[in-house]
């Protein structure tokens, strides 16, 4: 891979040899022709940052249950049997965590058992799985402790196809990860564990807090700082913009990922695209923009290369490596010869001001970036050969550019879109009051007509509130006529799904026919 730091104004280098140059400032102020109007004003930095998601409603969590392991450990400790603890992290070792062991009478899931080994000054642990977690009743995810040991667990039932991230968040008393009720810490009470007891299963059962739940939720809440990797489980999955990442964690019967940009090397022997990483001046946006490309090897088509705009570049490329999957769905034939501009998203604050339907955002994407790259990069002009690609609120954007400017984008792949964003902000939705209006987005679509638009539409079975969205603009676009792929997964709202709904999406709406049995690899 060779990758270079320049700037698309002429005069410092980062282009392809023999590039064009010139300052990337598409039409005038950005403007799409044809653009609708009464959508979001704005030219984006003059934009206000609307409210976060709401607190949607989502489906029962993850049932709790008993992993037959820690029950025997349980009783092998209660019986004085001093080497089972110590036999035990020797198992957890070799084998990796969490902890997964069949149900007999269900096996359409599994019994996951998440484990921390604690100090003496381990005062209470936080586990936090990516859509299993309520963020706003933390003292749910907390893990027990078998009495007079150092093993902290908690058990999910979970389908047997689920796939997903999560981090532990230890308070060992030390400064940032302490949660204090004046000079008193106050922790997650220890099981007692006994031989009656074992039968009865109490090292599941913590003992009640004796402070107000809003109390004792904003005493857990320092300890998210405190949240790292779990250090018994080798597949680590970097983050966003800070922290050390998440680990990653696959049941039996999750769609096969033969590629994970977090764990896998290079093949020596497969041809390798060239990535490079320039900057570009947008007025649209009123700013300047980190922009990568990814150029695939060996000869392209007449008439240039197909192209897909992949929002969030600064995680795809500058934290997942993602050119090893485009290298390996080119070189199995899954994939036509494929040219990507994935402009960086740059901080939570700018991600927030500038994504979802936002009209200077659409700009900046159709009037200006790919313009920009037709005169540089064998780029195609084909909308149906082009995709706009996202994930969560970048997920919102790029439908939002498919509906705005079809004309540039013909096809759009959104995974875990936000579809609560709307112009006015979220709204006053709580956990138990969601809003029964139809999404800003889907009222769009719906108002604005029929578009030369496809779309693969991906959601997460425990996204609550955003899979119902998601099924309604599934339907709305629909009955508009649009061809429509929707697929629902067992898993986060993380990239330890999103990998492989990438390259699924982009089998599905620019793959080769004779291809198809390929994708299923890489759902």
């Not at 994407?365 to 037709?374: F, Q, S, T």
Request: aromatic share 6%; charged share 20%.
């Amino acid at each position: 891979m060779k990758t270079s730091v320049g700037t698309s104004t002429g005069a410092v280098g980062g282009t392809l040899p023999g590039a064009a140059t010139g300052t990337a400032t598409g039409a005038v102020r950005g403007t799409v022709p044809g653009a609708p109007s009464g959508g979001p004003a704005g030219t984006g930095a003059a934009e206000a940052v609307p409210a976060g998601p709401p607190h949607t409603s989502r489906p029962a969590p993850a049932e709790i249950v008993d992993s037959p392991r820690i029950v025997a450990l349980a009783a092998s400790v209660a019986g004085g049997r001093d080497a089972a603890v110590r036999e035990f992290w020797a198992e957890a070792a070799t084998q990796g965590t969490p902890l997964v062991e069949p149900i007999p009478w269900d096996p359409e899931h599994r019994a996951v058992t998440f484990l921390w080994r604690g100090t003496d000054r381990t005062r209470r642990v936080l586990l936090l799985v990516d859509r299993l977690v309520d963020r706003a009743h933390l003292a749910g995810s907390l893990m027990r402790r078998i009495h007079g040991t150092d093993v902290w667990h908690l058990t999910y039932r979970l389908p047997s196809d689920h796939r997903g991230s999560y981090v532990i968040a230890p308070d060992t008393g030390a400064e940032g990860g302490r949660a204090r009720t004046g000079d008193v810490s106050v922790a997650m009470p220890e099981v007692p564990v006994s031989a009656q007891a074992v039968s009865a299963a109490p090292v599941l059962s913590p003992a009640p807090v004796s402070e107000p739940a809003d109390d004792f939720q904003a005493r857990l809440l320092p300890l998210l700082a405190a949240a790292r990797p779990d250090p018994l489980n080798p597949h680590v999955m970097p983050s966003r913009w800070r922290g050390e990442g998440g680990s990653v964690f696959e049941l039996p019967d999750a769609p096969p990922q033969p590629w994970r940009p977090w764990a896998a090397g290079p093949d020596g022997n497969m041809a390798r695209g060239t990535v490079e990483r320039h900057r570009l001046t947008s007025a649209a946006l009123a700013a300047r923009r980190d922009i990568w490309t990814y150029v695939p090897p060996g000869p392209l088509p007449d008439g240039g290369a197909d192209t897909l705009v992949l929002l969030d570049g600064d995680m795809w490329f500058g934290r997942l490596g993602v050119q090893g999957l485009f290298d390996r769905l080119i070189a199995d034939g899954v994939l036509p010869p494929l040219v990507v501009l994935a402009p960086d998203a740059v901080d939570n604050a700018t991600h927030a001001r500038e994504f979802g339907g936002r009209q200077a955002y659409t700009n900046f994407l159709a009037a200006e970036l790919l313009p920009w790259a037709a005169a540089r990069l064998p780029v195609t002009f084909d909308p149906s050969r082009t995709v706009a690609a996202g994930e969560s609120l970048g997920g919102l954007t790029a439908l939002y550019a498919g509906f705005a400017a079809p004309h540039r984008f013909g096809n759009v792949l959104a995974q875990s879109p936000a579809l609560w964003w709307r112009p006015e902000g979220a709204g006053p939705v709580n956990g138990s009051d969601v809003a029964e209006r139809p999404s800003w987005l889907a009222e769009r679509f719906a108002a604005g007509g029929r578009r030369e638009l496809r779309t693969h539409l991906r959601a997460g079975r425990y996204a609550g509130d955003a899979r119902t969205r998601s099924r309604e603009l599934r339907d709305t676009l629909r009955v508009l006529g649009h061809p429509v792929t929707y697929r629902e997964y067992n898993g986060g709202h993380d990239h330890a799904c999103w990998a492989g709904g990438l390259a699924e999406g982009l089998a599905d709406l620019l793959g080769r026919p004779a291809a198809d049995a390929g994708t299923r690899g890489f759902a």
